[in-house]
């Protein structure tokens, strides 16, 4: 299996980095502006992973990497993802859900502007309409909050979510937004290691950069060799899914659990980096942190699918 990407895929990466940097930059995180979500559906990564692309695994998860390591909208991710799997029937913008227990509410990420919610549970992925309004019973027309969370339990919830769409026993669509999700979150520990180096090349003590004391060396080399090794392992986990092997699932929750690992022990390791200021709101050292927490809820991977 040859994991060296080729030029074309070298193009795909190139192109979104260099677009990112210009449009998308990591320390504007914080309040993107409204017009990003037309200007990164200009660009079609949204229609990236439709079937009609014919795009393979690995190309895909080149490009959300990159994504990633800019802290794109994780509204990205879904809406690529039910693109796929739902070509006929996701329009627009996919918030995404995380997977709840009863009568906990439910949790959906990137809600606002949504017309629909991407949900993964056990077996497969739930695509639910989210229409702008509905009628109840008596016949009053309320309008659908696009709201972080959803009580299940009430009737308004319940006329809310008014059609589903389930991809049942199938595991292809889980696995995808698993390796994608993966993919996010290498990119979460490259922007933490960038920035960590950055940091230590500028910041000076005892007139020499910081970044010349060996404690700190030591830092940023494990910080290197963690983002490798995930990355390392999601391309080896594409071209197993891309091919269909009999241990795809495997390698995707290895990807998984190793980029949720290293984007978390990154963003830890680039706030010690920064000293001080890295525990303070106006430095963006504890953006990726954020982003790294929140990603491992994100199609967690299942230990029984790892020990098996």
């Not at 980095?17 to 995180?29: H, I, K, Q, S, Y």
Request: negative net charge; hydrophobic residues 45%.
């Amino acid at each position: 299996m040859d994991l060296t990407p080729n030029d074309e895929q070298i193009a795909f990466q190139t192109a979104t980095a260099d677009w990112c940097r210009d449009n998308m930059a990591l320390e504007g995180a914080r309040a993107r502006p409204d017009g990003l979500w037309a200007e990164l559906e200009a660009m079609g990564w949204m229609a990236l992973t439709a079937p009609g692309m014919d795009l393979d695994h690995a190309t895909e998860a080149l490009v959300f990497a990159e994504l990633g390591r800019f802290l794109a909208p994780i509204g990205l991710l879904s809406t690529a993802v039910a693109n796929r799997w739902f070509p006929h029937v996701a329009e627009g913008k996919v918030a995404l859900a995380l997977t709840a227990r009863e009568p906990e509410p439910l949790r959906v990420l990137d809600p606002a502007g949504s017309g629909a919610v991407l949900m993964g549970e056990p077996g497969g992925l739930r695509l639910f309409d989210l229409p702008d309004a509905f009628t109840d019973q008596r016949g009053a027309l309320h309008k659908t909050p696009h709201t972080p969370t959803i009580d299940l339990s009430t009737l308004q919830s319940r006329h809310e979510w008014t059609s589903s769409l389930w991809t049942e026993d199938d595991p292809a669509p889980p696995l995808h937004l698993q390796l994608l999700s993966a993919a996010y979150a290498v990119g979460c520990a490259d922007a933490s290691r960038d920035m960590a180096a950055d940091y230590a090349k500028l910041r000076e003590q005892f007139d020499r950069p910081i970044g010349w004391f060996q404690a700190l060396k030591h830092i940023c080399s494990d910080m290197a060799v963690r983002a490798a090794a995930a990355r390392s392992q999601l391309y080896y986990a594409a071209c197993a899914l891309g091919e269909n092997a009999a241990d795809a699932a495997f390698h995707v929750a290895a990807a998984k659990r190793l980029a949720d690992q290293a984007a978390l022990d990154n963003g830890r390791a680039n706030i010690q980096v920064h000293g001080g200021i890295g525990m303070t709101d106006e430095a963006a050292a504890h953006l990726p942190l954020k982003r790294a927490h929140l990603l491992q809820f994100i199609a967690p991977a299942a230990r029984e699918t790892l020990l098996a």
